[in-house]
């Protein structure tokens, strides 16, 4: 190939490269697609209030802790949390806070929490951030005790 030929590819794959790369912008804000994608999820507005269905332990002198993936589902945290959104759609909450509460039982650091809480709080994110960590909302799915 002659230098005048390779410099002529050179342009031309590098605008086809140019133009695969700028496609996404020709595109609305919610365009997505593989593998070019104008990241969607950071160009919405998101919603101020946050629902977060979880499992809570509650110790008898008022503390709480939210119960990790592991003892909910597995160690994937999307995974838990599907976990307990299928409970609650289905209505299964009581069944999922006796196995969890099984779980939280055979360990150890968690002996000073007597119950457990299948509950979907509300949270104000932006008040979240600025230190407000109490829900301003709360659905209590099921409640059941730790038995040791």
Do not use: K
Request: glycine fraction near 4%; hydrophobic fraction near 45%.
């Amino acid at each position: 190939m002659s230098r005048r030929g390779s410099a002529a590819y050179a342009y031309a794959a590098s605008a086809l490269l140019l133009a695969v790369v700028a496609y996404p912008l020709t595109q609305g804000p919610r365009y997505d697609s593989f593998p070019w994608s104008s990241y969607p999820m950071f160009a919405r507005d998101r919603a101020r209030v946050a629902n977060v269905a979880h499992v809570v332990a509650l110790s008898d002198d008022g503390r709480h802790r939210p119960v990790p993936p592991p003892l909910v589902a597995n160690d994937e945290v999307l995974q838990a949390a599907a976990t307990i959104r299928a409970a609650i759609r289905g209505g299964r909450a009581p069944a999922l806070c006796r196995q969890v509460a099984e779980r939280v039982a055979a360990v150890p650091a968690w002996d000073d929490f007597t119950w457990l809480e299948v509950a979907t709080d509300r949270y104000d994110v932006i008040e979240y951030f600025a230190g407000a960590v109490v829900p301003i909302e709360r659905d209590l799915h099921a409640r059941c005790r730790i038995r040791r």
